[in-house]
Nanobody
Framework: QVQLVESGGGLVQAGGSLRLSCAAS????????MGWFRQAPGKEREFVAA????????YYADSVKGRFTFSRDNAKNTVYLQMNSLKPEDTAVYYC??????????????????WGQGTQVTVSS
């Protein structure tokens, strides 16, 4: 059973930075695709970033490209989402997610099997 625990959210002013963490148990991250999603009040959950298990390449939504960076620490079985130049529209609950074993990353939340509890990010203007 995969368990994911996010942390690192908080309140930050526009232009500031936060680093989200997602610690996993039950699966080795180094061989697993991973995704980050976010959900703002009244909106659907949307794709933010993902990393491929096969080549480790990271993919980003256009809205965060150049500002957010996905990284991983295999020794700690933890992935990170470094968020810079934050904007008020980045305000949301952020979730990390893992697809079924052997499946690759996807921009669709329905393709992921395991989810963390989420961490709130609030960006003030």
């Amino acid at each position: 059973q995969v368990q994911l625990v996010e942390s690192g959210g908080g309140l930050v002013q526009a232009g500031g930075s936060l680093r989200l963490s997602c610690a996993a148990s039950g699966r080795t991250f180094s061989s697993s695709a991973m995704g980050w999603f976010r959900q703002a009040p009244g909106k659907e959950r949307e794709f933010v970033a993902a990393v491929s298990w096969s080549d480790g390449y990271a993919y980003y939504a256009d809205s965060v490209k150049g500002r957010f960076t996905f990284s991983r620490d295999n020794a700690k079985n933890t992935v990170y989402l470094q968020m810079n130049s934050l904007k008020p529209e980045d305000t949301a609950v952020y979730y990390c997610a893992v697809p079924p074993y052997g499946r690759t990353w996807s921009i669709y939340s329905s393709e992921y099997e395991y989810w963390g509890q989420g961490t709130q990010v609030t960006v003030s203007s």
